[in-house]
């Protein structure tokens, strides 16, 4: 047995997102976002799920702010729904939206867990949409409107926030591959709003400075990691050109000011134009608090000829994968975390989500789900490898606290550490619960 011993200013936490556990989608006030158009619309979603009710925590989030409680985490990372609080996603505040997330907040105040707000988490209002969406430059402003007024009514309490969750899939998986709402498949529009979100980050870090000056704010891209498949120089390459769509792509303009030129000129090659405007940079490169850092998967690269985008396919590392097909590759997070800190330096990360989908469900008030332990112990033992090589690690988010609206696969994929039956809502802690809940407690594991 080896004994796995986390330094003790870790902060621990889980993570959510409002689309994916609210539920109440016609309540309060809201609004329909493009999720819930997305997920009406047949097709997208399996088994035609939708998040109307999704895990009811609109309705049941004391009941959740006590799981979290029990579990002991020091951080909670939720996701506020923008057309809850402005309906029509610009315009007028909802007092009845915002009166919900300050119910929530002051939950999690009274039983001493910091909250962590995510501002968008994809459930773009509907009505910008309709006016273009992330694709207009309109929506940025939108956004920062959005942003200044949650900082305005929270910030005196809320003091970590994110700015965008997972840039790559909210432009390029939801634009250019269509499996996430809006559900186009345009390189050029992806294009557009890869970099709208990132001029919206950049406006909402300004804003906060003057509105939240004691508060800590970020972003929490995703990323694979792709090891070469061999270490010929053509693997290399191709396994480089993978890793910059997730990576240099999304982190170069924050970080270093500058798109990654070899990229931009492949987007070019295939017909999509990067339309930089002036002062754009100045407001991406803001320097920011925190990176979060969403982990799930990653394999290998092979260099071939005419395969995708990147003339690249992507080849398991072996069989081991989770119940929604990703490969499992642990070594992989320990790689890209060490590689985070060598390009970009010093900033300090928070794991924002890493957890794993398996589908167990629930036998006489247990659930079982040993693999999911096994899958945390693995990344968990990659995340304590990264902070002795001197990665600084501000904490780590389970994802996530409940099994919930897996976007485009529905009910039918379970993140959760906390079973949920999505006919009673009845919530059952899994095994896994209860070990990341010792860990939280000892601050160590054994392996
Ligand atoms: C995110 C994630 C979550 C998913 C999780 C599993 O973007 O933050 O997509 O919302 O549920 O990554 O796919």
Redesign the pocket.
Known sequence: MTTIQFPNDIKWGA?T?SY?IEGAANEGGRKPSIWDVFAHTPGNVRRGDHGDEACDSYHRYKEDVQYLKELGVDMYRFSIAWPRVIPNGTGELNPEGVQYYRNLINELLENDIEPMITLY??DLPQALQEKGGWESRQTIDAFEAYAKAMFEEFGDVVKNWITI??PW?ASFLSNYLGIHAPGKTSLQAAVDVSHHLLVAHGRAVKDFRDIVPDGEIGY?P?MGWMEPFTDKEEDIEASKRAMMWQKEWFMDPVFKGTYPEQLVQLFEKNGAVLKVEEGDLEFISQPIDFMGM?Y?TGGLARHKEGEGLFDAEEIPLDNRRTD?GWPIYADGFYRLLRDLHQTYGDVPIYI??N?A?YNHEAKDGRVEDTERVDYLKQHLASLHRAIESGVPIKGYLV??LLD?F??AFGYE?R?GIIHVNFRTFERTPKDSFYWYKQLLTNGWFEV
Do not use: D, L, P
């Open positions: 993570a997102a994916q988490h994809w969750n997972e899939c929490a995703n969403n799930y929604i924002t989500e957890g989908c994802w996530s919930n897996e976007w994929m993140f």
